[in-house]
């Protein structure tokens, strides 16, 4: 059998390119998420331009604020609120042991006993809208009802004169005595202030070897016909005994 020679007259040929016709190329298809990097990148160009433009330092590394701007506001306002708080707490602190020392501070206006004499030996009394504490080394000694009598007594072991004895009792002697003052079957306050003396003349050393002897006594006394009138004395103690004594110890000095 003979093929048909289809390059003979008459036979129809078909061109090379209707034979096979060329296939049109696909779109190209764009990435959502390179669509969405590309819309992020373009807006923080646009906001990094816009603040730049308005002279601020650009962090390249703060993408969500290059200018820092945001970071200087949370700084401003962590540091206030942590100074508010520490303002709070020292005022918290102040307010709660005020109320503390004021707990435990004795009324004498309800009658002297020897539990609030106590109490203003150990935590202190009223005066001038603060507590004032007696001196370390005082004790109760008695309460004669029948007389109104409050006697207390101070062992001075720290003093080195009798001057400084009386200067470290008198303020708050009278601070006290006018808190059982407030009682009125009070009538008076004696405090006897016992320190360091001289076995052989009795006299005031303040030499912790020495015994302890009364050195001086303050009485404070309400005056029966005013009773809004009040006297204190001292008895055993010479002021101008006091200066000479000084003054010979500065000159062994």
């Not at 701007?69 to 962590?78: A, I, N, Q, T």
Request: glycine share 8%; charged share 20%; net charge negative.
């Amino acid at each position: 059998m003979e093929r048909e020679d289809s390059s003979r007259p008459g036979s129809p040929q078909t061109p090379d390119n209707e034979a096979c016709p060329p296939k049109s190329a696909a779109p190209a298809k764009t990435s959502p998420n390179h669509a969405a990097t590309s819309s992020l990148a373009d807006r923080e160009l646009e906001r990094v331009k816009e603040k730049s433009e308005a002279g601020g330092a650009l962090d390249p590394l703060a993408l969500d604020d290059p200018t820092g701007l945001s970071v200087e506001h949370v700084v401003l306002r962590v540091g206030i609120a942590v100074a508010l708080v520490i303002v709070v707490g020292i005022l918290f602190a102040q307010v709660a042991c005020k109320n503390m020392q004021l707990s435990g501070v004795p009324n004498f206006a309800s009658g002297a006993t020897e539990s609030k004499v106590q109490s203003a030996i150990e935590k202190g009394v009223m005066w001038g809208g603060e507590v004032v504490k007696l001196p370390e080394g005082t004790s109760f000694t008695s309460y004669d009802s029948s007389t109104g009598t409050l006697t207390v007594t101070i062992d001075d072991e720290r003093s080195r004169s009798v001057d400084g004895a009386i200067a470290s009792a008198q303020t708050p002697v009278m601070a006290f005595a006018m808190n059982a003052f407030e009682d009125v079957a009070v009538q008076s306050i004696v405090v006897h202030v016992n320190a360091h003396v001289s076995e052989e003349s009795g006299s005031f050393t303040g030499k912790s070897s020495d015994p302890m002897g009364e050195v001086f006594t303050i009485v404070w006394q309400r005056d029966p016909m005013e009773s809004e009138k009040y006297t204190c004395t001292i008895t055993g103690y010479d002021p101008m005994e006091s200066a000479m004594e000084s003054a010979g110890a500065s000159e062994d000095a």
